[in-house]
């Protein structure tokens, strides 16, 4: 037993409370005084849960993760944010606050496809997708 935790993880000093309920995917980074909580004790019960990280996600320093939360791939959570017991955060999406929210105040709109702006091509033309939250791209 203990924690699931993939390759190329950068770990500067995240405090891992609970190893046996937590997962960290490929090329995740932890930032200092960052913290994965997978329990808390509510008005006199323990109560626990898995905590999910997904592959290249990143955790500013001072960032905190309860317990339940799942990160999709490619999140953001902001420096000193915390997220809420129980959250799924959607892949390349940046959150930050205390609870963390999408900083556009968007109600978490999933990602778009857009012009590469950089050559003028469109995504169909070589295959390739530029991906932004959708609030973004309005």
Known sequence: MGIKIGSKVYDAGCSLT?????????????????????????????????IRIGEGSTLAPGAFVHYGASLGPHVMLDAESFRMKGEILDAHTRWRGNPARLPWGGAGAGPVVVQDVTNGASPSDDGTEVLVPKIAAE
């Open 18 to 50: 609970d190893r046996t309920l937590t997962e960290i995917a490929d090329c995740a980074n932890l930032n200092a005084g960052s913290v994965l909580q997978a329990h808390s004790p509510e008005e006199g019960v323990f109560r626990s849960d898995h």
